[in-house]
Structure formats: structure tokens, C-alpha cells
T-cell receptor
């Protein structure tokens, strides 16, 4: 599980600021995902990527930007943070979308927007 | 897209009793159903999964059943222990889909 790491673990930022959450995996998995976790909503997909330079929107993409110039990295940027983006963010990866073993999640980033 | 509903949202059981968590899905094309366990402050981790070509799968004290006709699947934990206390998520995915659709989670508490 140490093969997928997120940074920072905790972040406090002010409304309107840009913030980037980092995700790095060492398995060369093709697929990477960003989820946010909120009480009562479970895990909701923000963006995903099937390969380097290929990204697609999930269920809740507004206010977020992603890029994937290298297979191992999948940063998530909040262009202008809002209080509604206070959440726990999980990055995940998998070799195939529903291959044996499902997703492997990172440890999460707890983001607070004040 | 797919809609996954999960019940109950909270569940308390006495140690040694069984726990059952149920999920329904809407897309008949869904054919892969993983279950994740998330302990407090930790990442979700896969505990068991099932594909639509089987009706039941067991792994020691946990089992998952699938009813394709009714479009629901369930997680069964027998002989519960305090370390089973966690939030459990179900999910569904189609063969051509690129993502999992998660339920809203069940917070299970096992009372010693």
C-alpha cells in the first residue's frame, strides 16, 4: 500500500486561494482517480485518468482541475477554494478499471477551507 | 449513470453476532461489486469482491451474495469482533466502465 502516496496529509487554506493536492504511485498503474469523501455522501468521483494525458470528469468536477503528464503523478488543483470544498480527498489507482483487487487508495488529504 | 444505494447507514451489533449490509444498484450492465472497509482515519481497503457470474463468495468470516435479478448485493459478517468496527462501502462497476460507483457507507459498531 505504500506504493500510492498523497501529500499533504492535512491542509488549511483560505477561501479563494489555489491549492494543489499531490498523488504519486509507483506501480505504473494505468488508471488513477480522485474522490472526495463527505459525511452522508460516501465517496464521489471528481476526475479520473485512464493514462498519461487522458483525463475525464467524474460526478463532481466543478471547481477542480487535474493533469497527468506522467503516469505516476495525478495532481488535483482547486483553482479558487470554497468552503464547500472542505473534505477528505482520496487518490486511488488500478491497473484496469475493475481488475482483481479493485482500487488501491492513498492515505487521504484532509482539506479545510476557511 | 449507475446509482448505488446502501442500507443501513449505521449498524450496532453485539460481539459474536452477525451483521448484514445491503446495497442495490440501478444499471443492469453492472457486473463487478467490490466491498471496502474503512477504519477511523484510514484509507478504504478492499475486503471482498464478486462478479456477476457467481452468486456468492466467502472469505473466512465475510461473505457477499449477489442477486442479479433483483439488482442487489449484500455483505455478511459472521462472529463479529470489535476490530470489525469500521465504515463499509459497497460499489458497482460495469464491464466497460472506467469507474466505481460507491454507496454512502455503513458505520458498523461491534459492542464487546
Amino acid at each position: 500500500d505504500a506504493g500510492i502516496t498523497q501529500s499533504p496529509r492535512y491542509k488549511i487554506t483560505e477561501t479563494g486561494r489555489q491549492v494543489t493536492l499531490m498523488c504519486h504511485q509507483t506501480w505504473s498503474h494505468s488508471y488513477m482517480f480522485w474522490y472526495r469523501q463527505d459525511l452522508g455522501h460516501g465517496l464521489r468521483l471528481i476526475y479520473y485518468s485512464a493514462a498519461a494525458d487522458i483525463t475525464d470528469k467524474g460526478e463532481v468536477p466543478d471547481g477542480y482541475v487535474v493533469s497527468r503528464s506522467k503516469t505516476e503523478n495525478f495532481p488535483l488543483t482547486l483553482e479558487s477554494a470554497t468552503r464547500s470544498q472542505t473534505s477528505v480527498y482520496f487518490c486511488a489507482s488500478s491497473e484496469v478499471p475493475q481488475g482483481a483487487g479493485g482500487y488501491t487508495f492513498g492515505s487521504g488529504t484532509r482539506l479545510t477551507v476557511v | 449513470g449507475e446509482n448505488v444505494e446502501q442500507h443501513p447507514s449505521t449498524l450496532s451489533v453485539q460481539e459474536g453476532d452477525s451483521a448484514v449490509i445491503k446495497c442495490t444498484y440501478s444499471d443492469s450492465a453492472s457486473n463487478y461489486f467490490p466491498w471496502y472497509k474503512q477504519e477511523l482515519g484510514k484509507r478504504p481497503q478492499l475486503i471482498i469482491d464478486i462478479r456477476s457470474n457467481v452468486g456468492e463468495k466467502k472469505d473466512q468470516r465475510i461473505a457477499v451474495t449477489l442477486n442479479k435479478t433483483a439488482k442487489h448485493f449484500s455483505l455478511h459478517i459472521t462472529e463479529t469482533q470489535p476490530e470489525d468496527s469500521a465504515v463499509y462501502f459497497c460499489a458497482a462497476s460495469t464491464a466497460t466502465g472506467n469507474q466505481f460507483y460507491f454507496g454512502t457507507g455503513t458505520s458498523l459498531t461491534v459492542i464487546p
